[in-house]
């Protein structure tokens, strides 16, 4: 996908390449998240699915100011190029290095995997989880990704180096977000804290940082987004804890109907934030109009209170599944 990405001379060329690269991607988090309950105890997956995150995380890391330094040596196809060749190098480290946990085939149909697969969707704690990680989780990406440079330079009024700084610092604090929650969610477990109680508390304080961003408050912006980056990795544990709440067999349905929502979800939302904004007209500089910026980022934060809403008053599920 990175090489066709590289090589394209037309929009189809694009698209292909970018579709190879989100099927690549997508194929080994699950298989990470599946491997990760294989191998190690319940009580480790918040933190080694932190670790899993925090390493994707560097690579959002260095889309920042270290892409804008190889910019300064290469094009964005030699950028591509060196990606592809860095992913082989990783996958050959993979086949080479990490011992397989081999375990008895089970032979089960594809119907019986579709059947287990809507049992996981229709189940009450998924039910009740899913629409707080998507609604979280789908916002936290689309704006990290696509929306907070264009804020921090149509409503902070930064240029474009400043800009790649504060997108640096973002990513650093999602990085160490990742990090440190789920390192937070393992070891107060053994405090009776569980899990679903980390990231209740992360995720509010993740949309209170967000309400700050809603209202434009000009004060300690830096800090404003890097705590986005840091809290908005709260929602990620939701995949150690519904991991936990089912058999470790469905483990990879679990997490693939979570991440199949979250995806279709980001797509939706990236597209829908851009919408809104243009609905109210640029400004004379050009610039988005920060009422746009307002509308958008406060229409999915309601979602997201709607959606805690929802988790606070089902009651058919609940998380006591506390680390052995």
Same mark, same amino acid.
């Given at each position: ?16 390449? %970018?579709?190879?690269?989100?099927? &690549? ?10 491997? !990760? ?21 560097? &690579? ?86 696509? *929306?907070?440079?264009? *804020? ?7 240029? %474009? ?55 434009? *408050? ?6 404003? *987004? ?65 009422? &746009? ?20 008053? !089902? ?10």
């Amino acid at each position: 996908g990175s090489v066709l990405f590289a090589m394209a001379e037309s929009f189809m060329g694009l698209f292909v390449g %970018r579709a190879l690269i989100g099927l &690549g991607v997508a194929a080994c988090l699950m298989a990470s998240f599946k491997a !990760y309950v294989m191998w190690f105890p319940k009580d480790r997956l918040p933190f080694v699915n932190g670790c899993q995150m925090a390493a994707g995380g560097l &690579g959002a890391l260095g889309a920042t100011v270290p892409i804008e330094m190889l910019l300064s040596i290469t094009d964005w196809r030699g950028i591509f190029f060196g990606l592809a060749a860095l992913t082989v190098v990783s996958a050959l480290f993979v086949l080479l290095a990490v011992p397989e946990k081999r375990k008895n085939a089970t032979g089960e149909t594809l119907r019986r995997q579709c059947e287990d697969f809507l049992r996981v969707l229709k189940s009450p704690p998924f039910l009740r989880l899913a629409p707080l990680t998507v609604t979280v989780q789908s916002t936290f990406i689309s704006v990290q990704s696509l *929306w907070s440079g264009p *804020w921090l330079y149509d409503i902070a009024g930064l240029g %474009r180096g400043a800009v790649a700084e504060y997108l640096f610092a973002i990513a650093a604090g999602m990085v160490a977000g990742f990090l440190t929650l789920g390192t937070a969610a393992a070891n107060l477990g053994r405090f009776g804290i569980k899990p679903i109680a980390v990231m209740l508390s992360g995720v509010i304080v993740f949309m209170a940082v967000q309400g700050l961003i809603v209202l434009q *408050w000009r004060e300690a912006i830096l800090i404003q *987004w890097i705590a986005f980056g840091f809290f908005g990795t709260t929602s990620i544990l939701s995949y150690a804890i519904l991991s936990q709440a089912f058999p470790s067999d469905l483990a990879g349905r679990v997490n693939a109907g979570l991440n199949l929502l979250l995806f279709s979800a980001i797509f939706f939302v990236q597209w829908g934030i851009g919408a809104v904004i243009d609905l109210w007209p640029a400004t004379q500089e050009g610039r988005y109009a920060p009422a &746009g910026y307002q509308a958008s980022f406060g229409m999915m934060l309601g979602l997201q209170c709607a959606a805690l809403g929802w988790f606070c008053l !089902y009651r058919r599920a609940r998380f006591d599944i506390a680390p052995s």
